[in-house]
């Protein structure tokens, strides 16, 4: 089972979300990245820009697939998690700490509201892993 701590929000897509005031920091989960395997490639090309929710806003690599990181709110990203371009495993390593990706300035906090909470997001994974 994928480790999802009970303090961050979550969505359908595998973003995690960590709020702090009108900051919010994202990147994907544990069992995301266990999905992808050996990510080995973080590119977040929109700091400084506008995104929207389920948008794009980056893209990660692995040795499995590549995919696209979505935004999990509305807001201006304002930074990106610059030690990934030398050490992308971190995302493998610790998702939820140093494997950060992206930090965003909130233009919506009600789209907060729409985010699953770590008991809807593991039963979202328990059915994945099922199937």
């Known amino acids: 089972m994928a480790n ?3 303090d961050l929000k979550y969505t359908k897509t595998h973003e995690w979300v960590r709020i702090d005031g009108d900051v919010v920091t994202t990147g994907i989960t544990d069992f995301a990245q266990r999905e992808l395997s050996d990510i080995v490639y973080v590119e977040i090309n929109t700091v400084g820009r506008q995104v929207k929710r389920d ?17 999990p ?18 995302v493998n390593k610790d998702p939820y700490g140093a494997g950060w990706m992206a930090k ?12 699953l909470d770590s008991t809807a997001y593991t039963e979202l994974v328990r059915k994945s892993e099922h199937h």
């Open 4 to 6: 999802i701590p009970g």
């Open 55 to 71: 948008e794009p806003m980056g893209t990660i690599e692995a040795v499995k697939a590549v995919a696209d990181l979505y935004a």
């Open 73 to 90: 709110v509305s807001g201006e990203v304002i930074e990106a998690n610059e030690s990934l371009k030398d050490a992308p495993d971190l």
């Open 104 to 115: 965003l300035r909130l233009s919506n906090p009600d789209e907060l509201k729409g985010l």
